[in-house]
């Protein structure tokens, strides 16, 4: 086990986006849980300081915590290969798929245990009885009892928005469960999500930061300079470097790969997919529908990360071929109106910059999802005031309000219905104006890290005694 450490991020780029009066309504909530807690320590532990939805969260939202004055630290476990491949086995069993064929018996749960009491000492060197422990995901789980032995408070955290349930969650859970339910509470992404014995559960959905590099305000000059330097818009561009609030200055300069008849112009309407190249995002579906729409003088984007070299992601290359084969196929003066795109990937701060120009660049975004747990691509669209045209799938049904925040296709399968919205939003500007203000509305309301942090401070308020 090994702590990651963590510094206080600046406030005054998250004074800028929330004003005074709402950070300082956060400092106020955090000084009420540093009242409750005594000096006791928030520990967060997971699997992986980088790489990943969790890392990225942490990495987000503990800097933010330790500025506001809450003593939060981070600890990543350890373990042999043998023990991350049952963890492995394990997190595809929960999110319903067979994965590798090997099995999740008492061998493995004995390996499970053996790993878990190697951590569980590490951990008795750091926790004090009465800290807050909060163990995210499936990997560590096995420490919720851990600290409860130790005297700590253990709060278990998913952070899949919904498990399919079939016989391979159930062969998940029935491993998982005993690990969890003694927990003192649990912490779900959405109502959905949550199972039936979950341990007082609470509901607390994600938020995306602001701050980063994702999400930073961009000048018009910069998007465009971005995407023109990348390839992805026509025009002469050179590499550029970028300061976000925090953090280290980012050089753009890798240019993504595409496939396309020609570059789209600067002001020709774009709509935009970012997601990754997976059957359950329909990139397909999306050609078609925007084929459908048929609305002169636009342009579609379907961009999602670079398929070589996604080790964690096999089958994005065969979905990116079919998409390429599906496109090859169109006559040549639809072809001219599509691009697919893989951003680039050597340096993730910039693939998150490419993310960011693309999402503002473009005049509407469609997030056609099959199934989503939590959207988070969408979400960051919407911050970005973009009109959104998304299926009513998982949480994305609760991340929109459909007709104010976005519009909603209620079967995930429905073209006619997805190309009729996506026609209606380009057509449309007072509507596209509205949806937008509607979604930066909504995320500036509901999806940022201080009602993120101040769902937690009511979680600790009421678990602490
Ligand atoms: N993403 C990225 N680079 C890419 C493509 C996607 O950083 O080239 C990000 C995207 O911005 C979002 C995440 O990957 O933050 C995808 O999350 P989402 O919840 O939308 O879908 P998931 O991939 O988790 O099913």
Known sequence: MREVPIGAAPLTPYREVFGDERLEALRDRAGEVSGALHGRTVWNINSTAAGGGVAELLHALLPLARAVGIDTRWLVIDGDTEFFAIAKRLCTRLYGAPGDPAPLGPDQLQHYRVITELEGTALAARVRPGDLV??????????????????????????????????????????????????????????????????????IPPSIDPCAPKNMELTDEQTLAILRCTGIVAGEGSSLTIR??????????????????????????????????????????????????????SYLTLAGADVVGVADDPDAGRFWDECVEQWKALPVEQRRRVQLL????????????????????????????????????????????????????????????????????????????????????????????????????????????????????????????
């Open 244 to 297: 976000p609030p925090v953090g280290e200055i980012i050089t753009v300069r890798h240019e993504a790969v595409v496939v396309r008849e020609e570059a789209p112009s600067a002001d020709v309407p774009m709509v935009v997919q970012v997601s990754r190249w997976d059957e359950l995002k329909d990139m397909a579906g999306v050609l078609r529908a925007f084929l459908d729409a048929d609305v002169e003088n």
């Open 134 to 203: 909060v163990v995210h995901e499936a990997q560590p789980a096995g420490l919720v009892d851990v600290a409860r032995r130790l005297g700590a408070i253990a709060v278990w955290r998913r952070h899949i928005g919904r498990d399919e349930p079939n016989e391979h969650t159930e062969e998940g859970w029935a491993f998982l469960r005993r690990f969890v339910e003694n927990a003192d509470a649990s912490v779900f992404l959405t109502d959905s999500a949550c199972p039936e014995w979950a341990p007082r559960p609470h509901i």
């Open 342 to 465: 893989c951003l680039p990937m050597r340096d993730l701060r910039e693939n998150a910059l490419v993310v960011n120009a693309l999402q503002r660049h473009a005049t509407a975004v469609v997030q056609k999802s099959i199934a989503e747990g939590f959207g988070l691509t969408a979400t960051e669209a919407m911050w970005k005031g973009k009109p959104l045209v998304a299926s009513a799938v998982g949480g994305l049904r609760e991340q929109i309000v459909h007709g104010e925040s976005g519009l909603l296709v209620d079967d995930p399968y429905d073209l006619a219905t997805t190309a009729k919205l996506i026609r209606q939003v380009l057509t449309d500007p007072e509507l596209a104006a509205r949806l937008g203000e509607g979604a930066r509305r909504r995320v500036d309301e509901c999806y940022l890290p201080d009602r993120h942090l101040s769902d937690w401070a009511s979680l600790i308020a009421s678990t602490v005694t």
